[in-house]
Every structure is written in C-alpha cells, then in structure tokens.
C-alpha cells in the first residue's frame, strides 16, 4: 500500500511505502523470477544440461554483475551457485539482468562441460558457447562491439 503522507517543497504529496501494510517480499519475488528465467534459459539454450543451481543476490563488488561459483560439500556433491548484484538493479534495465543470468550460465556449462579459463576467465570455448546462445560478449553485448 502507498499512502502520501509527506508534501513536497512544492506541496505535492510524497508517497511513502509501507512494507509492512502492503506485505511486500521483494527477495522472494526477485529471486522467483530469477529461478524462473534460469529454468528457461537452461531448457531454451542449454538443451536442460545444467544442473541445479543456487542463485543468490550479492553486491560485495560495484563493478560486477554477477559471477558463477562451484563448490564440493563434504559428500563430494557439488553445490552450484550463480550471483546477481542488485546494486545494478537500480540502473540497468531487466534486459541487461537476464543477459548476466545468461553469461553467468555460460560459466557455469563450462565448468560442467568445458574447461574453464584459468581463473575463470572468459576464454575461446566460453566465447563461441556465449554466442551460440544468442549473447555477444562485449561492452555493448552486441556482435563487434
């Protein structure tokens, strides 16, 4: 629920959110689309390959927009993770989101697939597997540039 219950310099009414009256969850819901977007896109361009993944929301680096993590439990099972920064939610729009969902995605086919970059750098094979699912790695995300 919104209620005005400020004024502006201007008098105009300022809305204030009250979260607890409206019952808003905003992780829950995130999250559900992100998971949704990821079951997708694993089945549309990763033919279901992927395993089951994790995806959490961490901004601990400004200039990242996501990053792609596995890690071994105790049993041995590996425990997939994909993060997305929210800080860049505010600024770039849902497109620019689900092209990261995307290119972490990438990273995470070829650590089940490939062979990763030393460090986990973008190398040829994650080139050639980001452009065969339709993305450009680039400043622009777009092909040449």
Same mark, same amino acid.
């Given at each position: ?18 979260? &607890?009256? &409206? ?119 777009? &092909?040449?540039?």
């Amino acid at each position: 629920m919104v209620r005005p219950t400020k004024r502006t310099k201007n008098n105009k009414p300022c809305a204030d959110l009250d979260i &607890a009256a &409206a019952k808003l969850r905003p992780s829950k819901v995130t999250l559900r689309a992100l998971q949704t977007a990821y079951d997708h896109f694993n089945r549309e361009l990763f033919g279901g390959t992927l395993p089951r993944c994790l995806i959490t929301l961490q901004g601990l680096n400004k200039r990242s927009f996501g990053h792609c993590l596995s890690r071994w439990n105790r049993d041995g099972r590996a425990i997939h993770e994909i993060g997305i920064n929210p800080l860049h939610f505010a600024y770039d729009p849902m497109r620019e989101t689900l092209a990261t969902l995307g290119h972490e995605m990438a990273h995470l086919w070829q650590h089940q697939f490939g062979t990763p970059g030393r460090g986990n750098y973008h190398n040829r094979e994650w080139v050639a597997k980001m452009k065969e699912i339709g993305l450009y790695p680039s400043a622009t995300n777009a &092909a040449g540039g």
